[in-house]
């Protein structure tokens, strides 16, 4: 089975402030990682995701998280944060890319002030 | 691109009421859709996979005879909630991929808040 812990269960943040949201996973087998953004009484949005490959991943709205194998993270980055990225984030992990269900770490909120 | 629909995104009833919420798949055939349940400033818990001509693969704990999934059809999955109580308030998130998409992950729709009174 596989596991995602994110340790962080709330970041605050200054606007324009880099932020790092760790995440660490759990798994005997190959994964596929991903990070998704939630914002208030709203579904999933994809912001990235990691399937094989370069380990530095690009992707939406500036953000960009690294795979990182030797210690099972895979952290998501912004360099500058603004106040429209308040929300929460969710790491997860699957065996597959989409046809099976994903493991959800337990979200960290992004709280961007002024 | 790929987009899943999920209706209704908001509903309020009654102790005892049954309540149907639908997911779909508007642009591409889902033979397999998720079902997920997220309590407030909880993560996210997989409590079935619906499996369009099958029946559904529930999670432990998850009880079957209270929620009913119905995959009919390639582009749309039901999960029934049958005589709610209010325990069974909480935020109802599908998803669906596209198996003729490539490396495609999920799309998930935009929620229903179910609350019962």
């Known amino acids: 089975a596989q596991s995602v812990t994110q340790l962080d269960s709330q970041v605050p943040v200054f606007e324009e402030a880099p932020v790092e949201l760790r995440c660490n996973y759990s798994?005997?087998?190959?994964?596929?990682l991903f990070w998704y953004v939630q914002y208030p009484n709203q579904g999933l949005q994809l912001l990235l995701k990691?399937?094989?490959?370069?380990?530095l991943v690009k992707g939406i709205n500036g953000f960009e998280a690294e795979f990182n194998k030797s210690q099972t993270s895979f952290h998501l980055r912004k360099p500058s944060v603004h106040i429209s990225d308040t929300a929460e984030y969710f790491c997860?992990?699957?065996?597959?890319?989409?046809?099976?269900?994903?493991?959800f770490g337990s979200g960290t909120r992004l709280q961007v002030q002024p | 691109g790929a987009v899943v629909s999920q209706h209704p995104s908001w509903v309020i009833c009654k102790s005892g009421t049954s309540v149907k919420i639908e997911c779909r798949s508007l642009?591409?055939?889902?033979?397999?859709m998720f079902w997920y349940r997220q309590f407030p400033k909880q993560s996210l818990m997989l409590m079935a996979t619906?499996?369009?001509?099958?029946?559904?693969?529930?999670e432990q704990g998850v009880e079957k005879d209270k929620f009913l999934i119905n995959h009919a059809s390639l582009t749309l999955s039901t999960l029934t909630v049958t005589s709610a109580h209010p325990e069974d308030s909480s935020f109802y998130i599908c998803?669906?991929?596209?198996?003729?998409?490539?490396?495609?992950?999920?799309?998930f729709g935009d929620g229903t808040r179910l609350s019962i009174l």
């Open positions: 998803s669906a991929s596209d198996p003729g998409g490539g490396n495609q992950p999920q799309h």
């Open positions: 798994s005997s087998v190959s994964v596929y």
């Open positions: 990691y399937l094989s490959g370069s380990t």
């Open positions: 997860a992990v699957s065996l597959d890319t989409g046809r099976r269900a994903l493991t």
């Open positions: 642009d591409f055939q889902a033979t397999t």
């Open positions: 619906s499996n369009e001509g099958s029946k559904a693969t529930y």
